[in-house]
């Protein structure tokens, strides 16, 4: 009987050694996500300079990104559910390579702006996938941890690329950085898309897209070493089950059984970006800025922001599966609004010249990144039904980086015009607004396998 159950426990132990393992592999293309958002902060105040941008075009510099990873999130269900999830993930790392030499090399601005959208379609393609990859593969119990995994690698290349910008900007004096240091800040992203590249060569597909093209038999081998025996043979059964219902067409989304998730997936998406939280990261150096601060300074400052993103984002992959996905949301999004209230005071006060606005920005940031920032991305991962996923979390990919386009783009006229205290509030806002969504809408879907996913909406139909 011991020796049974030792050998029970070392397949479990090596079961979950595989998972997270190739978790971690598919999580790596939440780093380019992060490296190629945030490299812009750095860049665009000596872009302004460069190609001497109106407050539209340096807006069009951060956001153009954006309309590839609008296309690459669209796009991404549809490619993925015909060629797999590796196969779609593969191209998505060479479209980013593509983009990130090509943004290095141009001397036109519009050359700059057509490289950046190829590689936001490679962004948003790995936005959508490495997610639901993940989802796909994690057993239920630990799959929160397994699909947060995309957002820790996210921040952590959001944080590293702070350090390189300021590595790079201190190479030379400020006529280089000018003429040269934004170049090596984009070409600098060949060097994680070319390992993402290669690692993806490792990965096996997607159990449930082969089960869906009528390959079980090549989905068991990955199950065993997921499951073990007994409930790898059974998760084959329950997936295929899933799949004879209905031929997963995008009506079905608006089908009473489904409309409510596609609400839940659609309005976090959504709301995670019109709280603001990419305004601070591409454009931290000038929040800062507009706080007295020199431009060193506000780069330094501006690691500390990517620092607490990152370690509260490996609080919150600890958390997701313990606490579940509602608290994480509510907690983390009264704090944000509370943070956000307290800059614009400052902000309309005159209130800056301390460490106020630092401050209240790290707590902000804190509660993102403990809340909206893994939970948004795992919960889209996870609340459609096997069918749809692919497509359903593709449109919601899709309204993320729409509503993040628009943010992006808006910040700087915006913060030009209205000022940073009416911005702030704004933003705050949607925090609140986030809270109230989150409290009447949004259900618990902790432990709850994919498969269940689909009677639980059924259960509570909009």
């Known amino acids: 009987m011991m020796s049974s159950t030792i050998e029970v426990q070392s397949t479990q132990q090596v079961s979950m050694k595989f998972v997270t393992l190739v978790s971690i592999v598919a999580a790596l293309g939440g780093l380019l996500f992060g490296f190629d958002t945030a490299v812009v902060s750095g860049a665009v105040g000596f872009m302004k300079e460069r190609f001497d941008l109106s407050e539209f075009q340096v807006g069009w510099a951060v956001s153009s990104l954006i309309i590839g990873c609008i296309v690459g999130a669209i ?18 790392a060479i479209l980013f390579i593509i983009g990130s030499f090509g943004s290095a090399i141009p001397d036109t601005f519009s050359g700059f702006i057509i490289a950046r959208m190829i590689g936001g379609i490679g962004i948003g393609i790995t936005s959508t996938l490495c997610p639901l990859y993940n989802a796909e593969i994690a057993p239920a119990k630990y799959r929160g941890r397994l699909v947060a995994l995309n957002q820790l690698a996210t921040v952590t290349g959001i944080f590293l690329v702070y350090f390189v910008n300021m590595w790079i900007a201190d190479l030379g004096d400020h006529a280089w950085d000018v003429s040269t240091a934004w170049r090596w800040m984009f070409g600098f992203g060949v060097i994680p898309g070319v390992l993402f590249l290669a690692l993806l060569f490792l990965v096996p597909e997607s159990p449930r897209w082969l089960i869906k093209q009528g390959r079980a038999a090549e989905s068991l081998p990955i199950l065993l070493r997921i499951h073990g025996e007994e409930l790898a043979r059974q998760e084959v059964l329950d997936i295929k089950e899933s799949f004879k219902e209905e031929n997963g067409s995008i009506r079905q ?5 489904l409309r409510l998730a596609l609400i839940v997936g659609v309005g976090l998406a959504i709301l995670q970006q019109v709280t603001g939280i990419n305004a601070v990261m591409y454009y931290a150096p000038e929040i800062f800025k507009q706080t007295g601060a020199g431009t060193n ?14 370690l509260f984002t490996i609080l919150a992959i600890w958390l997701i599966d313990k606490v579940g996905r ?12 509370i943070c956000l209230a307290v800059i614009g005071i400052a902000f309309h006060t005159g209130h800056t010249s301390g460490p106020l606005v630092l401050i209240f920005i790290l707590i902000y940031v804190a509660a993102f990144a403990v809340s909206l920032g893994p939970v948004v991305w795992v919960v889209m991962s996870e609340i459609f039904p096997n069918r749809i996923r692919g ?16 943010v992006s783009q808006a910040f700087p006229p915006m913060l030009a015009s209205a000022g940073p205290a009416i911005t702030f509030w704004s933003f705050g806002l949607m925090a609140l607004i986030t809270f109230i969504f989150t409290w009447r809408v949004i259900p618990e879907t902790k432990g709850k396998s994919l498969e269940e996913m689909e009677s639980l909406w059924a259960s509570r139909k909009a």
């Not at 989304?253 to 059984?257: C, E, I, Q, T, V």
């Not at 300074?297 to 990152?310: D, E, K, P, R, Y």
């Not at 509602?326 to 609004?337: E, I, T, Y």
């Open 297 to 310: 300074s506000a780069l330094m400052q501006t690691i500390f922001v990517g620092l607490i993103n990152f």
């Open 253 to 257: 989304l608006f089908s009473p059984a």
């Open 391 to 406: 497509k359903a979390t593709a449109i919601a990919s899709m309204a993320l980086w729409a509503a993040d386009y628009l």
């Open 75 to 92: 796009s991404s269900g549809v490619i993925s559910e015909k060629f797999g999830r590796k196969k779609t993930l593969i191209a998505a």
């Open 326 to 337: 509602k608290v994480l949301l509510l907690v983390g999004s009264a704090a944000m609004a």
